[in-house]
């Protein structure tokens, strides 16, 4: 990861990293969603682009939550002194947590013989667990949506090299 290569990142920088990790999880969690709910009543093969489509989104989830880790594992003793301190702390266990999560979900559409509304119930479940874990992530980057276009420059290189680095997976 490109973001790993600095030797520190700033308050602002870090918060940036937050809102993108927050808005990427939440978007393979949404796009996964609108997967299963487009496989519901199909048998497993049975619409080849859709289950592609739940793959890349399902595994993407888990991406995005090791790029999180590593970030936080990295950063996290050095955001010690700042007031988004609280979120490093138990950062990693709560990734280590959510990983299992997903696993569990992703344990139970691996083992499906078809794709139903309890499995798509049993998956959103899943990944509305895993987005409670990580809700003050969520409100730190909401209180910074606030301020739109005053938002630091510090601020919007982090978000930026995140997503980067989220894409170049």
């Known amino acids: 990861m490109q973001i ?3 030797p520190s990142l700033s ?3 870090f918060r940036g990293c937050i809102a993108a990790f927050v808005d990427s ?3 393979e969690f949404n796009a ?3 997967a299963l709910r487009r496989l519901e009543g199909q048998a497993k093969g049975g619409a080849f682009v859709h289950e592609i ?3 890349q989104h399902r595994y993407g989830a888990l991406i995005v939550l090791e790029r999180w880790g590593a970030l936080v594992e990295s950063f996290g003793p050095h955001i010690a002194q700042t007031k988004v301190a609280a979120l490093t702390e138990t950062a990693v266990e709560r990734v280590r947590a959510a990983e299992k999560i997903l696993a569990a979900a992703n344990a139970l559409l691996d083992e499906a013989e078809r794709y139903d509304g ?3 119930d049993a998956c959103r479940a899943a990944f509305d667990s895993v987005m409670s874990l990580f809700a003050a992530e969520r409100a730190d980057a909401e209180a910074a949506a606030k301020l739109g276009p005053m ?4 601020y919007k290189e982090g978000r930026r090299i995140f997503l980067e680095d989220l894409a170049a997976r």
Do not use: H, N, P, V
């Open 53 to 55: 489509a739940l793959d």
């Open 25 to 27: 999880l939440s978007g």
């Open 151 to 154: 938002l630091s420059a510090d």
């Open 11 to 13: 308050e602002d920088q």
């Open 32 to 34: 996964a969603s609108a």
């Open 118 to 120: 309890t499995i798509t």
């Open 4 to 6: 790993l290569r600095f």
